[in-house]
């Protein structure tokens, strides 16, 4: 597609369910990276794919986040358990890979634990 | 350690007056330096980006920032804000590698009086 795409835009869950978030990005783009933003807060770094494989996930909370890219394009997050806390909006970016090239974001999932 | 600090957290400034919004960082390569501004419910947008060579950049919306090494600032300005211009805005830093996701500052919200 022309721009990243996240899907559902809005995710409304109960305290101790499972979610999955979607991330389509840029086709071509090898890069792709999660971040999680907070009220009144910048984008916090939570995990980067290169291809496949998750190249850094150092910024993943905790053992409930976990996020895979199987084929190298779409991506998901998966969180277990979730917690009133994982509220948040949920961006994803993608970036060509190589040289000097920006991010491009998707619009977020916002994600409401009730 | 890595970050990015943007002192003011909230900024009013007339239609038609001029603006700046600071960045300071601290980053342990080679910095790669963007602003991007994010309009209510919306994804990040680039304003501008910072890799190498004249220090002075120019991006969209007729705004502009400038690199200081010496005092590790990526300030952005613009000379005459227009109402639309209210948003808030994030300061970000990377590297020039590929793999490395962007550290953000927790942003400034500008708001723009008549």
């Known amino acids: 597609g022309a721009g990243v795409s996240q899907t559902p835009s809005n995710k409304v869950t109960e305290k101790g369910k499972y979610v999955e978030l979607r991330c389509d990005p840029i086709?071509?783009?090898?890069?792709l990276y999660w971040y999680r933003q907070s009220l009144g807060q910048g984008p916090e770094f939570l995990i980067y794919f290169q291809g496949t494989g998750a190249a850094d996930d150092s910024g993943l909370p905790n053992d409930r986040f976990f996020a895979v890219r199987p084929e190298g394009s779409v991506s998901t997050l998966k969180i277990q358990r979730t917690e009133r806390g994982d509220s948040a909006v949920y961006l994803c970016a993608s970036r060509s890979g190589t040289g000097y090239t920006e991010a491009f974001f998707g619009q977020g999932t916002r994600l409401t634990v009730v | 350690a890595q970050s990015v600090t943007q002192p003011d957290i909230h900024i009013t400034v007339s239609e038609g007056a001029s603006l700046e919004l600071r960045c300071n960082y601290s980053?342990?390569?080679?910095?790669?330096l963007f602003w991007y501004v994010q309009s209510p419910g919306q994804g990040l947008q680039l304003l501008l980006k910072?890799?190498?060579?004249?220090?002075l950049v120019q991006g969209i919306k007729g705004f502009e920032a400038e690199f200081k090494r010496s005092q590790s600032s990526f300030n952005l300005r613009k000379p005459s804000v227009h109402w639309s211009d209210a948003a808030e805005y994030f300061c970000?830093?990377?590297?020039?590698?590929?793999?490395?996701?962007?550290?953000f500052g927790k942003g400034t919200t500008l708001s723009v009086s008549s």
């Open positions: 910072y890799f190498s060579g004249d220090t």
């Open positions: 980053y342990g390569a080679t910095p790669y």
């Open positions: 970000a830093v990377g590297a020039i590698q590929a793999g490395t996701a962007l550290i």
């Open positions: 086709s071509g783009h090898t890069a």
